[in-house]
């Protein structure tokens, strides 16, 4: 691969025809951080608090039903309303790719989506996660991490994926008032499960010298922390739900102590100050710049890579573009070698950005036959990011057949795979795979081969 | 390329001269039992609940801990009671019945070497063997293939390839599929195109053999039921492969746990129906395991759920299980007497009841099976799990 190709697939999404690069494809990539919509098209549309309307007023007319067969309507109606909504962002998300001219941010904004993964295995997440990562990653990537993690750990989506919303400090207004009630069914307690995924998942990794006592320090200050319509309350029609609050009553409001550091009593401000000195750390800049090697250069990344991000990291204490940069500047990064197995989300973009082909619900949904539908992961480490785990015969088989697929509805007269002078150096092609696609029995075919060649499936 | 199929036979010719010290001393007619013998494990990602699943419900402090949990509100029925100390969760309806008729046993307070509660680190030491995260790459039952396998290579009924089916023996992935399957042609050019790209290769070589041995319905999405159902495909008859796995996850109930817990043991429960069902009178030959990560908190928390834990559960199901009953030693949850004062104390090593059941039911030497799956470990294996 030339400098231009890997430019363009490597850190980009894939060549488009017609793309040119230039004689810095360095510069050139970064200017796409500047020239990057950070909002949609679409912003309200869109929102949190779109997302989430209606499922509240739902869920109280599910409450008060008086049959069965009303409940299950109620069910049924929220179920398809949230489903269809997840579909356009889903689409919005998957059309923006195969058309951004700045596709070095959109695959930033894939990165961090999947760092701080949700996964849709919620109802309200099903309707949140688009807005979550149009909203809380896209326009902090290229900010300082601080900010990025900040915005993540406030939005409606996260909160409500790690059950924080009704996590209560044990010593809280909320929890003691329970407490001093004589029958009383449950007390208000806290959940540990957002803390611990931002110290294993966010910032330090798992090795980064945490223990229980920290992710409990961290869980209590995070109470408190929850959303509005979901948080501990009576149900009030007037309530908009689906924004960030700090509930004093929630909160545990006492001094903590998060990694030998003593963090007074202050309120919402508490959890704010650990997570900015969470992100100052050297082991969150080791992890993060790791997983940012891995993801775009090597499932093995140079261990001087890593270093060179790590100490721009700590340079710009964790402004993203300097580390971004020092990615780019490094040898390793500029490897002819195609050594990254594209998952199948970057597979189906690369391929349909190449053919100059929009998706539609047909073709988003190939991605659930591949395994990786749009934000569900299942988990909140997200997808993973190594070739084990991609790269498997049976994954390689459905590859072909979506192969097919996309090839049976690239229009026949738009494309003509056979001109090759042109796309040979556009996509890079070996000898094998030229050979393999001049003799294609039919245009389709050729697209079938092309798609599934090695310099398309590795980038 | 030799196809699979051939060396299969190629094997199977060359078994009979290879020396006895590679297999129990077994007889002939036994050996052929092996061939016949067949595996699944069921992975069940997230940390499930031993202690919400088969109930302790005799231990004086169960009902402390678990006040707010209570199962009666998510289903109408009542536990059902397994012996003097234990009631399983009435959402495993088919699990009832394999328990009563001696083809279910559960081993609570079990656990794998792994310490530190996080689902990445524990499901990689689970599914690797290590005594400690990522000192394995590759997972204890792909080394073990070799063993069992005779050359038939294990299938994951998954999308892609979990850990532990990874490694140097061949395993692949397969599940259901809505998409229409590439034409003979295109399959055959492909072979040639990849021809000097070593990786893809050897995927696509294997992706061929494995489609060529069976025939699995491929029609619609992959439920779990129809992933359970794949599996026992897979594994029917006299040529099905002697290993497979499915993976399930949403077992990480922090939250609501009543009923999320029971709708994913409906889902289990119809997995393990389907794999009976599945299988007929194989039923007798095939064993079935389910593990998961770690256990959870004994005590329910502050959001109607509970948190990630140390002791657990592990189910073992099959015609040639020796069912009916709960196997443990039983540490108590009494705060003394539980792990870190949150946890349930494990006091089984799970690896040993995997080297245990794995060995008696292929008949291989358990030092043997113990070096290949969890190497540097030392094992006491569990026996007299099998018929």
């Known amino acids: 691969m030339d400098r231009a190709l890997v430019a363009m697939n490597r850190f980009g999404l894939g060549s488009r025809p017609g793309d040119e690069v230039g004689g810095d494809p360095a510069g050139w990539l970064l200017d796409n951080l500047k020239g990057f919509s950070t909002r949609q098209a679409l912003a309200d549309k869109f929102s949190s608090v779109s997302a989430l309307s209606g499922i509240k007023e739902q869920n109280e007319a599910l409450r008060t039903a008086k049959s069965a067969a009303a409940r299950s309507w109620i069910r049924h109606d929220i179920v398809s309303k949230v489903r269809a909504f997840y579909q356009e962002c889903a689409l919005l998300r998957i059309n923006h790719s195969i058309e951004s001219e700045a596709s070095f941010a959109e695959h930033l904004v894939h990165f961090w989506s999947n760092h701080f993964a949700v996964s849709i295995d919620k109802i309200e997440m099903i309707a949140l996660a688009g807005p979550y990562e149009f909203e809380a990653i896209r326009p902090n990537i290229g900010g ?122 202050s309120g919402r401000a508490q959890a704010e100050r650990m997570l900015r000195d969470l992100s100052l750390r050297p082991e969150t800049a080791e992890f993060v710049c790791s997983k940012l090697a891995r993801h775009f250069v090597s499932d093995v990344p140079d261990r001087s890579l890593v270093a060179a991000m790590v100490a721009a990291w700590r340079r710009g204490d964790g402004n993203l573009p300097t ?96 001109d090759l002078s042109v796309n040979v150096e556009h996509w890079g092609l070996s000898d094998a795979s030229y050979k393999a696609i001049r003799h294609a029995e039919s245009d389709s075919q050729a697209i079938s081969l092309l798609l599934v060649s090695p310099e398309i499936l590795y980038r | 390329m030799v196809r699979l199929y051939d060396r299969r036979l190629f094997i199977g010719g060359m078994l009979s001269t290879m020396p006895d ?66 009631a399983l969760n009435p959402a495993l309806i088919a699990g009832g019945s394999m328990y009563r008729s001696g083809e279910l046993l559960a081993v609570h307070a079990v656990a794998t070497p792994y310490r530190a509660r996080s689902h990445f680190d524990g499901q990689q030491v689970l599914e690797s063997g290590g005594a400690s995260p990522y000192v394995l790459k590759d997972g204890f039952l792909n080394r073990v293939l070799p063993l069992i396998g005779d050359g038939r290579p294990a299938v994951a009924v998954a999308p892609n390839l979990p850990l532990l089916l990874r490694g140097n023996a061949t395993a692949t992935s397969r599940a259901p599929s809505t998409l229409p399957r590439a034409s003979d042609d295109l399959k055959a050019r492909i072979s040639q195109m990849y021809e000097h790209d070593a990786r893809l290769h050897s995927l696509w070589s294997t992706a061929l053999d494995v489609e060529s041995m069976t025939d699995p319905d491929r029609a619609g999405r992959a439920s779990p039921q129809q992933l359970a159902k794949m599996a026992a495909a897979f594994m029917a008859g006299p040529a099905g492969v002697p290993v497979t796995m499915v993976e399930h996850s949403g077992w990480d109930t922090h939250s609501q746990q009543t009923s999320r817990l029971a709708v994913q043991l409906r889902q289990l429960d119809a997995m393990l129906s389907e794999v009976r069902l599945g299988m007929g009178n194989q039923w007798k030959e095939t064993l ?29 199901a099959g015609g040639a299980v020796k069912g009916g009953r709960v196997v443990a030693d039983w540490p108590g949850l009494r705060s003394g007497q539980l792990f870190e004062e949150r946890d349930l104390r494990p006091t089984t090593d799970m690896r040993n009841v995997l080297v245990g059941a794995i060995s008696e039911h292929f008949h291989i030497d358990p030092v043997q099976a113990g070096q290949a799956m969890f190497p540097g470990a030392r094992l006491q294996p569990v026996g007299q799990l099998i018929r």
């Open chain 1, 144 to 265: 300082k991490f601080a900010d990025l993690l900040m915005a993540v750990t406030q939005h409606p989506g996260m909160l409500l994926y790690l059950d924080q919303v009704r996590s209560s400090g044990p010593s809280s207004p909320l929890a003691a008032a329970a407490r001093s009630k004589p029958k009383v069914r449950r007390i208000p307690g806290m959940n540990e499960n957002l803390a611990r995924e931002i110290l294993e998942l966010h910032t330090l990794g798992v090795n980064g010298g945490y223990g229980q006592p920290d992710v409990i320090a961290l869980a209590k200050a995070l109470t408190g922390w929850t959303v509005t319509g979901y948080a501990i309350e009576k149900y009030d029609p007037a309530t908009i739900p689906g924004r960030f609050v700090f509930r004093t009553d929630m909160h545990e409001g006492a001094a903590q102590i998060l990694l030998g550091t003593r963090y007074p009593a």
């Open chain 2, 21 to 86: 010290f590679c297999f129990s001393k077994s007889s002939a007619a036994s050996r052929q039992a092996t061939g016949a013998r067949r595996i699944m494990f069921i992975v069940l990602r997230g940390g499930w609940d031993g202690l919400g699943v088969v109930m302790p419900v005799a231990d004086p402090e169960y009902s402390r801990l678990r006040a707010g949990l209570s199962v009666r509100e998510a289903t109408s029925e009542a536990p059902v009671q397994l012996d003097s100390m234990f």
């Open chain 2, 288 to 316: 079935v395991i389910v593990i998961s990560e770690f256990g959870r908190t004994a005590m329910a928390n502050g959001t109607g759920g509970t948190d990630h834990g140390t002791g657990g559960l592990m189910l073992l």
């Open chain 1, 323 to 418: 580390v971004y940069r020092a990615m780019l500047e490094h040898g390793a990064a500029w490897s002819s070698e195609r050594t990254k197995f594209r998952t199948p989300w970057e597979w189906l973009v690369a391929a349909l950005r190449g053919l100059g082909l929009p998706a539609d619900r047909a073709l988003l949904n190939m991605l659930v036959e591949l395994g990786q539908p749009v934000w569900r992961p299942m988990s909140p480490a997200g997808f993973p990011d190594v070739a084990a785990h991609w790269a498997t015969p049976g994954a390689l088989q459905r590859r072909v057949e979506a192969a097919q697929q996309i090839a049976n509805r690239t229009p026949k007269n738009g494309f003509d795979v056979k």
